[in-house]
């Protein structure tokens, strides 16, 4: 079973890596860029087939050590 | 004082901060393996130092946080034991909520290694004692990743509980946005928590307590600890 947490800053969350990668592309000429943030994605691999088990391993995991909650969102997608 | 400095993979500061507690104390700090899971018996001070731990991997002191001697390191802090964490050691105590708040990547991108200006904000913690509040320190910073940040209302709470006890200010003891390097919130170089018996900091005391290599200004946070623990 394929999944996919993905790590993101909260709003209003200062992210200057997200600044300095809107400002390159800023500067290679790619237009209509209005911001850029910059978050994680972990592809994990389940051994379990149930999805509401894997859901709530998951979000454990997120919980625990995948994301910071202090200044971190996450969202959880089981994929198959 | 028995001291137990933990090791992690890539820390790269324990020498330095065990060689100031021998200095200081006269006694050798105990290194501990991250792996354990027990602290040295008797020990009453916990030293995370600075490093780089893991690689930074995922978030800096995030993977340290979970290492198994953490669940004694937890345990002592609950007993009201001293737990120091120097730069990365603070970073682990953020991500192991040992501390609230986080450091984020300093704000001008850079990674920061010069001497900073930190104004004690008051003496009567294990940390500070021999310090007067409102003294001015010179001491080292090495870090990417120092920018202290929480919400407002933890910021609230620990500006009203008096738990910054480091902040970054000019020579003068002034503050100004200038001489914080690291674009901390309210300036913030080091907290303290609740019971004030865990102190994170970003800058290096360790590194400024041997006169022959330069100032000495780092002696009386390991002084303070000393002091504390031989009168108890």
């Known amino acids: 079973m394929k999944a996919r947490v993905t790590v993101t800053l909260k709003n209003g969350v200062l992210d200057p890596q997200g600044k300095a990668i809107e400002g390159a592309l800023k500067s290679l000429g790619i237009e209509g860029v209005e911001s850029v943030r910059q978050g994680k994605v972990f592809e994990i691999e389940l051994s379990a087939g149930d999805r509401v088990k894997a859901e709530a391993a998951l979000k454990a995991a997120a919980d625990k050590l995948l994301a910071n909650t202090v200044v971190e969102n996450y969202r959880v997608e089981v994929l198959s | ?232």
């Not at chain 2, 600075?50 to 345990?75: Q, T």
């Not at chain 2, 990547?105 to 104004?119: D, I, K, S, T």
């Open chain 2, 1 to 232: 004082m028995k001291a137990a400095v933990v090791l992690f993979p890539g820390s790269n500061r324990e020498g330095d901060v065990a060689s100031a507690i021998k200095r200081i104390s006269g006694k050798a700090a105990n290194i501990v393996w991250h792996a354990d899971s027990e602290l040295p018996a008797n020990t009453d001070l916990v030293v995370l130092p600075g490093g780089f731990s893991y690689g930074d991997y995922l978030r800096c002191g995030a993977i340290a946080a979970r290492a198994p001697i953490m669940n004694a390191v937890r345990a002592h802090a609950e007993r009201g034991g001293l737990v120091l964490g120097i730069c990365n050691g603070f970073q682990i105590l953020c991500e192991a909520q040992l501390l609230p708040g986080v450091l984020q990547r300093n704000a001008q991108l850079r990674f920061m290694c010069r001497e900073v200006y930190l104004r004690v904000e008051r003496s009567d913690t294990p940390y500070s004692r021999r310090y007067n509040a409102g003294d001015v320190l010179k001491i080292p910073v090495a870090h990417g990743e120092g920018n202290y940040t929480a919400d407002d209302e933890t910021i609230k709470r620990l500006e009203g509980d008096g738990r910054v006890l480091f902040r970054y200010v000019s020579p003068e003891g002034k503050l100004d946005p200038k001489w914080n390097h690291n674009g901390a919130t309210n300036a913030i170089a080091g907290i303290l928590s609740e019971k004030l018996n865990v102190l994170g900091l970003m800058p290096h005391p360790e590194n400024h307590v041997d006169p022959m290599i330069g100032p000495t200004d780092g002696r009386g946070l390991f002084e303070s600890i000393n002091t504390v623990l031989e009168a108890a």
